[in-house]
């Protein structure tokens, strides 16, 4: 059974601060890595993807990726209340629909 | 941009009634995949496909069926829909099936 975890939260991070999401995988054979963000009673939403090892920035995001660790983060700088969501990662093997971690709830308080 | 639209927003069903939940994307993709959403249980797969005609099953398809008659329609159907059917149904879409899903905006299905 392919698992990706995720810390549930909340994380609560003041405005302005830098917030650190996290997320393990378990199939070694994983090739693709997805953030989405989710607003309460939305429906998920891409903000970021990687598939290499290494750092990747869109602005104010940042995603980590580790193969070998088995772990990939989000990093998201100078948060903003709007930020305020829960982040889903999502992971997929060659072929194979992506598998999502439960989110993890961030809280950015003004 | 990618469009993934869903028939209905919110349904509400009674118990032992058929429901069809309709899903159209606009951008060609190959792929398309319902799921469910429940709080502390995550996104689950209910079924995939990957192209016209041909269906998979994800990890919870136990009361659902689905169809994909044409490339960009895929629907999810409920039997007879159970009060633990209730839940929060997601509809994506992607070009490859290593690559990025597209979600339509949801339906919230009450079964009373």
């Known amino acids: 059974q392919k698992e990706v975890e995720q810390n549930s939260g909340p994380l609560s991070v003041p405005e302005g601060a830098i917030a650190s999401l996290n997320c393990t995988y378990s199939?070694?054979?994983?090739?693709?890595f997805f953030w989405y963000r989710q607003y309460s009673g939305k429906s998920p939403e891409l903000i970021m993807s990687?598939?290499?090892?290494g750092d990747k920035e869109d602005g104010r995001f940042t995603a980590q990726l580790n193969k070998a660790s088995q772990y990939v983060s989000l990093l998201i700088r100078d948060s903003q209340p709007s930020d305020s969501a829960t982040y889903l990662c999502?992971?997929?093997?060659?072929?194979?629909?992506?598998?999502f971690g439960k989110g993890t709830r961030l809280s950015v308080i003004a | 941009d990618v469009k993934v639209t869903q028939s209905s927003r919110y349904l509400v069903k009674r118990t032992g009634e058929k429901v069809f939940l309709e899903c159209v994307q606009d951008?060609?993709?190959?792929?398309m995949f319902w799921y469910r959403q429940d709080p502390g249980l995550g996104l689950r797969l209910i079924y995939f496909?990957?192209?016209?005609?041909?269906?998979e099953k994800g990890d919870i398809p136990e009361g659902y069926s689905v169809s994909r008659e044409k490339k960009e329609r895929f629907s999810l159907i409920l039997e007879s829909a159970s009060t633990n059917q209730t839940s929060m149904y997601l509809c994506?879409?992607?070009?490859?099936?290593?690559?990025?899903?597209?979600f339509g905006q949801g339906t919230r299905l009450t079964v009373v």
């Open positions: 496909s990957y192209d016209v005609k041909m269906k």
């Open positions: 990687i598939y290499s090892n």
């Open positions: 999502a992971v997929n093997a060659r072929n194979t629909p992506l598998v």
């Open positions: 199939d070694r054979g994983s090739q693709s």
């Open positions: 994506a879409s992607s070009l490859f099936m290593n690559t990025e899903a597209f």
């Open positions: 951008m060609d993709h190959e792929n």
